[in-house]
């Protein structure tokens, strides 16, 4: 049996045809329908934040986030992420200026971000890489003293928490990605949250070709507007959350149980005061770079496909090479060659997770 790093979650066939069986009476299929609505309303239960604005992607919602706030010249983020974070940065005319990450979390480093700051820095956009949240707090700091936006790319951490507060309620604004590998899908989509009516009404626009709400067009926007099938998809799949991180959780638990004990190997510490949403299992195998590569090797070999994330860095892309200020990310650049993600998805079981091991430590 081959064993993908992730497999996405479904409901049954027939919840999902139930679920859409309205949508041939009323043949409103897109542009803010009835499931479109509800979807929003309990996605905004469900994250505890006043506003959720769907996209049809993550990266148009971060990409259309930042063309929101009418960003200029720099903006501190890092190279320890997905193409996306990055690339939305500079599709948004803007120069990425890449902070390092620290080794607990591999989150932003929030001792290095100041001395980044320079007179054309106007936003700061952390990753709250593998669902684990960043020092918000600092952050906060930091931003309210240099007067610079946060959207946190929080692409990874549906439905975390922090000391009970939900990881959407931080910075100007936060993007979730809804994608067919992530914890919760809509098969493609994706939201901004963020507790600003004003910014809200304009994301609306913006998603939807720059119309407002009486029809007309105040901003040169795109289309990025979420189908009533993918939110449809959305309102199945939200059914069944809680379950789907149980099971994660349990699966996360016998990766630790069967691996923790080996110096070789380590994983990341749990947060306190979190509740994770087990989006990810990043292990580090210490030593050299050859000691990850080995050990993919052999679990492809055998049907298993973990996936080296994140390598190589965004900074480090061909597209990149050279053309921005490459600034020194050592710590960044040591995990991704050391990283590897581990099969983690709902349904995996949990033999499968002790076979899994047994090739690792083989
Ligand atoms: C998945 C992901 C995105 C993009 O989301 P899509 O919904 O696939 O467009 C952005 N950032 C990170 C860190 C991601 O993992």
Do not use: W
């Given at each position: 049996?081959?064993i993908?790093?992730?497999r996405?979650s479904?409901?049954?066939f027939?919840?999902?045809v ?6 041939w009476?009323?043949r409103w299929?897109?542009n803010m329908g009835?499931?479109h ?9 469900y994250?505890a934040?006043?506003d ?12 259309m ?7 200029e010249g ?5 190279p ?7 690339h939305a940065?500079v599709r ?8 390092d990450?620290?080794?607990d979390d591999?989150n932003?480093d ?9 007179d ?16 918000v707090?600092?952050i906060?700091?930091i931003a309210?003293?240099?007067n610079?936006k ?7 951490a ?8 939900s990881?959407?309620?931080?910075g100007d604004a936060?993007?979730?990605s ?8 809509t098969?493609?989509?994706g ?5 600003h009516?004003?910014l ?7 998603k939807?070709?720059g119309m ?7 901003y040169i ?7 009533e099938?993918q ?7 939200l059914?069944?959350?809680?379950d789907?991180?149980?099971?994660r959780?349990?699966?996360v638990?016998r990766?630790?149980?069967n691996l923790g004990?080996i ?8 947060q306190?005061?979190?509740r994770s949403n087990y ?5 580090l195998f210490?030593?050299y770079?050859q ?13 298993v496909?973990p ?13 990149y090479?050279?053309r ?5 990310t ?11 993600c581990?099969?983690?998805y709902?349904?995996?079981?949990l033999k ?5 091991c047994?090739?690792i430590l083989?």
């Open positions: 049996m081959k993908q790093v992730t996405s479904l409901p049954e027939e919840e999902y139930d679920e859409i069986k309205d949508l009476d009323s299929l897109t009835v499931k609505k509800q979807l929003e309303a309990e996605l905004e239960d994250l934040v006043k959720v604005s769907l996209f049809t992607n993550g990266h148009l919602a971060l990409e986030a930042i063309e929101s706030m009418g960003l720099e903006v501190i983020t890092t320890f992420t997905f193409a996306s974070t990055t940065i948004n005319g803007l120069e990425p200026v890449f902070c990450v620290n080794s591999f932003i929030v001792e290095k971000l100041e001395s980044l700051i320079t054309r820095t106007t936003a700061i956009i952390p990753v709250h890489v593998f669902g684990n949240i960043c020092d707090k600092t906060d700091k309210n003293k240099y610079l946060v959207i946190y790319d929080a692409a990874h549906f439905g975390v928490t922090i000391d009970g507060v990881v959407a309620n931080f936060s993007m979730f809804f994608h067919a590998t992530k914890v919760f899908n098969i493609e989509g939201a901004l949250t963020s507790n009516q004003v809200k009404d304009k994301l609306n626009a913006l939807n070709f407002n709400c009486s029809g007309n067009i105040d926007g795109g289309n990025a507007k979420m189908s099938f939110a449809a998809m959305g309102l199945c799949n059914r069944h959350i809680e789907d991180i149980s099971k959780k349990q699966i638990n990766y630790r149980g004990d110096r070789e190997i380590k994983f990341i510490k749990e306190k005061g979190v989006s990810y299992l990043p292990v210490k030593g770079k000691n990850r590569d080995e050990v993919f090797e052999k679990l492809k070999k055998q049907g496909t996936r080296k994330y994140f390598y190589p860095l965004t900074s480090d892309f061909p597209c090479k050279g921005f200020n490459q600034s020194y050592p710590v960044a650049k040591e995990i991704s060659e050391k990283i590897l581990l099969p983690l709902a349904d995996l079981s499968d997770v002790d076979r899994i047994e090739i083989s």
